[in-house]
T-cell receptor, first 111, second 118 residues
Framework: GENVEQHPSTLSVQEGDSAVIKCTYSDSASNYFPWYKQELGKRPQLIIDIRSNVGEKKDQRIAVTLNKTAKHFSLHITETQPEDSAVYFCAASIRDYQLIWGAGTKLIIKP | GAGVSQSPRYKVTKRGQDVALRCDPISGHVSLYWYRQALGQGPEFLTYFNYEAQQDKSGLPNDRFSAERPEGSISTLTIQRTEQRDSAMYRC????????????????FGPGTRLTVT
């Protein structure tokens, strides 16, 4: 069946350094790839998304890249700050309306 | 405007009892999703509504789980004869219509209902 693999499961970086989280998907028909951030005890919230007709998208300190041939996409966070600490989920669309989610990456920003 | 709301926020029930979880989506959002989220895991799809039509219920674990959205707005997820393994966070999300084929929109999540079956 369709699945999304996400790595690493935990990522610890020094404040100010960059963080990269990677996901691979299995359904070649997937065309929408969102990233959600979930702080402890809070609901998931969209931080950035990319569609299959674009290879890269940037919004201030965060960026997402997509390689459709290889079926993988990545989240890049530069100049990390303490408030970036959270669990990050990638997802890929299937059947137009449904998202398949990765297992999440716990990002820890060390002061 | 108001976001997605869910009630109750916490529910403790005894094994064998029925529970009903409510979701009130963002006004105007015709797409509604139910998910189950285990601690530290990504949301697990349960079911999807487009207006009042339940278009996909493939993620419901078994026939003890059911959902409805009779007027295309508020939705209820019902679990009959609850079991301990049903304990989890249940979240709903709503979004704009998915529109053209192959186009997906941001899903807005509710705060969730933490269900504990004792």
């Amino acid at each position: 069946g369709e699945n999304v693999e996400q790595h690493p499961s935990t990522l610890s970086v020094q404040e100010g350094d960059s963080a990269v989280i990677k996901c691979t998907y299995s359904d070649s028909a997937s065309n929408y790839f969102p990233w959600y951030k979930q702080e402890l005890g809070k609901r998931p919230q969209l931080i950035i998304d990319i569609r299959s007709n674009v290879g890269e998208k940037k919004d201030q300190r965060i960026a997402v890249t997509l390689n459709k041939t290889a079926k993988h996409f990545s989240l890049h966070i530069t100049e990390t700050q303490p408030e970036d600490s959270a669990v990050y989920f990638c997802a890929a669309s299937i059947r137009d309306y449904q998202l398949i989610w990765g297992a999440g990456t716990k990002l820890i920003i060390k002061p | 405007g108001a976001g997605v709301s869910q009630s109750p926020r916490y529910k403790v029930t005894k094994r064998g009892q029925d529970v009903a979880l409510r979701c009130d989506p963002i006004s105007g959002h015709v797409s509604l999703y139910w998910y189950r989220q285990a601690l530290g895991q990504g949301p697990e799809f349960l079911t999807y509504f487009n207006y009042e039509a339940q278009q996909d219920k493939s993620g419901l674990p078994n026939d003890r789980f059911s959902a409805e959205r009779p007027e295309g707005s508020i939705s209820t997820l019902t679990i009959q004869r609850t079991e301990q393994r049903d304990s989890a966070m249940y979240r709903c999300a709503s979004s704009q219509p998915t529109g053209l084929a192959g186009v997906s929109y941001e899903q807005y999540f509710g705060p969730g209902t933490r269900l504990t079956v004792t």
